[in-house]
Nanobody, 127 residues
Framework: QVQLVESGGGLVQPGGSLRLSCAAS????????MGWFRRAPGKEREFVSG???????RYVDSVKGRFTISGDNAKNTVYLQMNSLKPEDTGVYFC?????????????????????WGQGTQVTVSS
């Protein structure tokens, strides 16, 4: 059974860093597209970053140069390293499993291509 469990959220000051983890079970993350989404207060869920089974990555413009997505095959975990955090990064961050195994020709920024979601972890950036 597929499960995704996020962790690593918390309260951080502007300019600080956090690393989110998404521990997966029931499948191998290296064979699937994986993504991170967030939902800010009063806003709809939006794409933040994605990583393909091939290792290719994608980011929303607002986090480019600050966030890095990566995977650890041995731990079957996907990470989102977030640096230089801003108040507008505040929200609930969700990990999701996308198409696979070894899927191609999909848009990683569209939430409907992801079929399994974690419960989310809260990130609050505030002084």
């Amino acid at each position: 059974q597929v499960q995704l469990v996020e962790s690593g959220g918390g309260l951080v000051q502007p300019g600080g860093s956090l690393r989110l983890s998404c521990a997966a079970s029931g499948f191998t993350v290296s064979s699937y597209a994986m993504g991170w989404f967030r939902r800010a207060p009063g806003k709809e869920r939006e794409f933040v970053s994605g990583i393909a089974w091939s290792g290719g990555t994608r980011y929303v413009d607002s986090v480019k140069g600050r966030f890095t997505i990566s995977g650890d095959n041995a731990k079957n975990t996907v990470y989102l390293q977030m640096n230089s955090l801003k108040p507008e990064d505040t929200g609930v961050y969700f990990c999701a499993r996308g198409p696979g195994p070894y899927a191609i020709n999909y848009n990683p920024t569209v939430s409907s291509v992801y079929n399994y979601w974690g419960q989310g972890t809260q990130v609050t950036v505030s002084s």
